[in-house]
Structures are given as C-alpha cells and as structure tokens.
C-alpha cells in the first residue's frame, strides 16, 4: 500500500506542476521568452511576497498579543483577529494595545 500512495502522490505532483513546464510567458499580445519576463517583472511578484509576508507576520503578533493579554473583551477580540485577519490585527493594534501599552500596563 505504500508504494501504491508513493506512485499515486508523484503521478499528482507531476500534474499539478505540468502546466508550469509548458507556460508561456505572453506580454502586450506577444509571446516572449519567460526569463525577460521574469527579468522585467520579477520584482513585483518578490515585493508582494514581502509585504504578505510582513502582514502575516503582524498579524500572528497581535493574534498572539491578544490571546496572551488579560482584558475584558478578549474573546470577541480573537475572533474578529481571526476572521478579518490583517484589518482586525490594525483595529487591535490601536484600539487595545496601543492604548494601554500608553498606559503601562
């Protein structure tokens, strides 16, 4: 049975990442090879890496923050963390800890 879900995970691996060996890159209506793509617009794809990488980051902080914290409103402040994701770790951000890391607590 274990060489039988080896083959048939390969088998979907290799489909998944087929399509990615035959693209082709198309700019303006015109084919181009993929490395002037890549060297041309490259950099957007990294700096928004980067800054999904960062919000997730600041995120888990606060979704963190939050379950760590003793306050009244901590239950309601965990869910709206976790399903608004980024806009609720910013309206966490300055509504709670912000205002009482002023306070010193």
């Known amino acids: 049975m274990d060489r039988l879900s080896a083959i048939l995970l390969s088998s979907i691996i290799l489909l998944l990442i087929s399509p990615i060996a035959f693209a082709r890159c198309i700019v303006n209506g015109e ?5 002037q793509f890549w060297a041309s ?3 957007i794809f990294v700096t928004i890496g980067i800054v999904l ?3 997730l980051t600041f995120w888990f902080f606060m979704l963190i923050d939050c379950i760590k914290r ?3 409103d901590k239950t ?3 869910i ?3 399903f ?3 806009v609720g770790a910013v309206l966490y951000y ?3 800890k912000r205002k009482k890391s002023n306070r010193g607590i």
């Open 84 to 86: 608004t994701n980024v």
């Open 70 to 72: 003793k306050f009244k």
């Open 94 to 96: 300055f509504m709670v």
């Open 53 to 55: 990488i960062v919000l």
């Open 31 to 35: 084919e181009i090879p993929c490395e």
């Open 76 to 78: 309601l402040w965990t």
């Open 41 to 43: 617009y490259g950099w």
């Open 80 to 82: 709206i963390i976790i």
